[in-house]
Protein backbone atom coordinates (compact mmCIF):
# COMPACT_ATOMS: atom_id res chain seq x y z
CA UNK A 1 0.00 0.00 0.00
CA UNK A 2 1.35 3.52 -0.91
CA UNK A 3 0.65 6.26 1.34
CA UNK A 4 1.91 9.74 0.15
CA UNK A 5 1.97 12.98 2.29
CA UNK A 6 -0.85 14.82 1.96
CA UNK A 7 -3.31 12.11 0.49
CA UNK A 8 -6.63 11.82 2.02
CA UNK A 9 -7.67 8.70 3.36
CA UNK A 10 -10.76 7.06 5.20
CA UNK A 11 -9.17 6.35 8.40
CA UNK A 12 -11.36 4.35 11.48
CA UNK A 13 -10.29 6.36 14.65
CA UNK A 14 -12.56 3.67 16.57
CA UNK A 15 -12.17 3.35 19.90
CA UNK A 16 -11.67 6.91 20.84
CA UNK A 17 -11.59 8.46 24.11
CA UNK A 18 -12.64 11.54 25.89
CA UNK A 19 -12.67 14.26 23.02
CA UNK A 20 -10.97 12.89 20.78
CA UNK A 21 -12.85 12.62 17.02
CA UNK A 22 -14.75 9.55 16.70
CA UNK A 23 -15.95 7.32 13.75
CA UNK A 24 -14.20 6.49 9.96
CA UNK A 25 -13.89 9.89 8.29
CA UNK A 26 -11.30 11.43 6.28
CA UNK A 27 -7.65 12.18 7.29
CA UNK A 28 -5.29 13.56 6.00
CA UNK A 29 -1.51 12.03 5.77
CA UNK A 30 1.02 14.22 8.06
CA UNK A 31 4.07 11.51 7.87
CA UNK A 32 7.01 12.35 5.20
CA UNK A 33 7.19 9.81 2.42
CA UNK A 34 9.89 8.07 3.97
CA UNK A 35 8.17 7.59 6.94
CA UNK A 36 5.13 6.16 5.59
CA UNK A 37 7.72 3.95 3.56
CA UNK A 38 9.22 2.50 6.36
CA UNK A 39 7.49 2.56 9.62
CA UNK A 40 3.89 0.75 10.49
CA UNK A 41 2.42 4.00 11.53
CA UNK A 42 1.00 6.75 9.43
CA UNK A 43 0.61 10.47 11.57
CA UNK A 44 -2.92 11.77 10.13
CA UNK A 45 -5.21 14.82 11.08
CA UNK A 46 -8.43 13.85 10.90
CA UNK A 47 -10.98 16.28 8.56
CA UNK A 48 -14.30 17.82 9.71
CA UNK A 49 -17.24 19.53 8.14
CA UNK A 50 -18.03 20.50 11.74
CA UNK A 51 -16.03 22.67 14.10
CA UNK A 52 -15.39 26.34 15.14
CA UNK A 53 -12.21 27.99 13.45
CA UNK A 54 -9.52 27.64 15.69
CA UNK A 55 -5.51 28.70 15.05
CA UNK A 56 -5.32 24.92 14.51
CA UNK A 57 -7.84 24.44 12.02
CA UNK A 58 -6.91 24.68 8.82
CA UNK A 59 -9.73 25.09 6.22
CA UNK A 60 -10.15 23.43 3.55
CA UNK A 61 -12.57 21.95 0.37
CA UNK A 62 -12.24 18.49 -0.57
CA UNK A 63 -14.67 16.81 -2.80
CA UNK A 64 -16.76 19.66 -2.68
CA UNK A 65 -17.37 19.65 0.83
CA UNK A 66 -16.19 22.78 2.96
CA UNK A 67 -14.36 21.73 6.16
CA UNK A 68 -11.06 21.96 8.22
CA UNK A 69 -7.82 19.89 8.95
CA UNK A 70 -8.04 19.52 12.48
CA UNK A 71 -4.34 19.85 13.62
CA UNK A 72 -5.01 20.06 17.01
CA UNK A 73 -6.02 16.11 16.68
CA UNK A 74 -3.13 14.91 15.20
CA UNK A 75 -2.78 10.82 15.42
CA UNK A 76 -0.45 8.12 14.75
CA UNK A 77 -2.33 5.18 13.15
CA UNK A 78 -1.54 1.56 12.27
CA UNK A 79 -1.79 1.28 8.84
CA UNK A 80 -4.90 -1.62 9.34
CA UNK A 81 -6.98 1.55 10.22
CA UNK A 82 -6.56 2.97 6.90
CA UNK A 83 -9.86 1.91 5.20
CA UNK A 84 -9.15 3.50 1.54
CA UNK A 85 -7.82 6.17 -0.32
CA UNK A 86 -10.05 9.34 -1.17
CA UNK A 87 -7.90 11.73 -2.96
CA UNK A 88 -5.33 14.26 -2.51
CA UNK A 89 -5.58 17.99 -0.95
CA UNK A 90 -5.09 21.23 -3.03
CA UNK A 91 -1.14 22.12 -2.92
CA UNK A 92 -2.66 25.50 -1.68
CA UNK A 93 -3.89 23.76 1.54
CA UNK A 94 -0.98 21.70 2.19
CA UNK A 95 0.95 24.55 2.36
CA UNK A 96 -1.18 25.97 5.17
CA UNK A 97 -1.19 22.80 6.94
CA UNK A 98 2.70 22.95 6.84
CA UNK A 99 2.94 26.49 7.75
CA UNK A 100 0.53 25.88 11.18
CA UNK A 101 2.41 22.38 11.79
CA UNK A 102 5.58 24.37 11.72
CA UNK A 103 4.09 27.45 14.53
CA UNK A 104 3.03 24.92 16.34
CA UNK A 105 6.17 22.54 17.36
CA UNK A 106 9.39 25.13 16.76
CA UNK A 107 8.17 27.71 19.28
Not at 28 to 55: D, K
Request: proline share 7%; net charge positive; aromatic share 6%.
Amino acid sequence: MVIDRFDVWLVNLDPTIGAEMRKSRPCLVISPNEMNQYVRTVIVAPMTTQGRPYPTRIPCKFKGKSGQVALDQLRAVDRARLVRRLGRLEPRTSARVLDVLHEMFSA
